[in-house]
T-cell receptor, first 113, second 116 residues
Framework: DQQVKQNSPSLSVQEGRISILNCDYT??????FLWYKKYPAEGPTFLIS?????DKNEDGRFTVFLNKSAKHLSLHIVPSQPGDSAVYFC????????????FGQGTILTVHP | NAGVTQTPKFRILKIGQSMTLQCTQD?????MYWYRQDPGMGLKLIYY???????DKGEVPNGYNVSRSTTEDFPLRLELAAPSQTSVYFC???????????????FGPGTRLLVL
């Protein structure tokens, strides 16, 4: 049972444009959501997070939106840069399961110069 | 700070062999985790530890064992390697407080394991 889903395996965007990565979840107990970025042959690195009490969190070029009623979150990257090309994982944590994250399958983002 | 370090980077095992994947963190984090990532899939939690001497199963613990004798180290043991354990293994750590709950996990670079 895939509780966190990233339905787009890949996304291709032109440099300077907006990249939108999507993530859906099924577990209503999830209360904290994170995005991780992963380059080849490296471990994932934390990008941005959002608590379920908010609907938006912004950090520079990166903004995460949370729609709790739709159980959907998205990561916006504006403007996209070639260095943003990586695999992006959505992750969620629920209730009292401190530290235990459930990850989506990942979306490969390619930003073309 | 080196962060989270993992050894080896890559290993080939024969079916039935055993090995230990090493993980060390120097951030004095209380929580540590082991994940595996299969091609086209997200990371799945194998085992985790909330502190020295305390470990618990994650989503996919079968075929693995862990121990946590110190805050810094969290080795993962494969006793009888099987082809299904071919994967990339990531160790992670975090400082997790029961009241904040908004911790960030820091990952090591991964160990690529091939079982033939």
């Amino acid at each position: 049972d895939q509780q966190v889903k990233q339905n787009s395996p890949s996304l291709s965007v032109q440099e300077g444009r907006i990249s939108i990565l999507n993530c859906d979840y099924t577990n209503s107990m999830f209360d904290y959501f994170l995005w991780y970025k992963k380059y080849p042959a490296e471990g994932p690195t934390f990008l941005i997070s959002i608590s379920s009490i908010k609907d938006k969190n912004e950090d520079g070029r990166f903004t995460v939106f949370l729609n709790k009623s739709a159980k959907h979150l998205s990561l916006h990257i504006v403007p996209s840069q070639p260095g943003d090309s990586a695999v992006y994982f959505c992750a969620a944590r629920g209730g009292t399961s401190y530290g235990k994250l459930t990850f989506g399958q990942g979306t490969i983002l390619t930003v073309h110069p | 700070n080196a962060g989270v370090t993992q050894t080896p980077k890559f290993r080939i095992l024969k079916i039935g062999q055993s090995m230990t994947l090493q993980c060390t963190q120097d951030m004095n984090h209380n929580y540590m985790y082991w994940y595996r990532q299969d091609p086209g899939m997200g990371l799945k939690l194998i085992y985790y530890s909330v502190g020295a001497g305390i470990t618990d199963k994650g989503e996919v613990p079968n075929g693995y064992n862990v121990s946590r004798s110190t805050t810094e180290d969290f080795p993962l043991r494969l006793e009888l390697a099987a082809p299904s354990q071919t994967s990339v293994y990531f160790c992670a750590s975090s400082y997790t407080s029961g009241t904040s709950g908004q911790e960030t996990q820091y990952f090591g670079p991964g160990t690529r394991l091939l079982v033939l």
